[in-house]
């Protein structure tokens, strides 16, 4: 008689911890499936704001230099660079201009380094 009590104890405790596991897991299992929904509503609206980034952004630079290219290809990449580099330089010194300025409204006595 003793020993039925100790099996019914012991099959009735794995019974509720399987029964506590399986609690367990289900509500595991529903969390996980509302951050899956969560998650995909998130993908959905990233695909879509990137879709409008590229369209707002334009079509796609297709420069690919080579080393099959010509003369005329490598001077106008060679054209556009100094241009770049033109601009650039105007806006070094429209800057450094308007630094200057500003030092001496405040009393600094400073003077622009020398052109090279």
Known sequence: MLWFIVWTLLVLATLAGAA?????LWRS??????????TSEMIES???????????????RTF???????DAERDGWRSGRAGNHENRDERKRVR?????????A???????????
């Open 20 to 24: 506590w596991l399986g609690l367990r």
């Open 64 to 70: 690919t230099p080579h080393l099959l290219a010509t």
């Open 96 to 104: 450094h201009r308007t630094t200057l300025a500003r030092w001496r």
């Open 46 to 60: 990233l695909s879509r704001r990137t879709a409008e980034l590229t369209a707002a952004r334009g079509p796609e």
């Open 106 to 116: 405040i009393g600094i006595p400073f003077e622009l380094p020398p052109r090279r």
């Open 29 to 38: 299992a529903k969390a996980l499936m509302s951050e899956l929904g969560h």
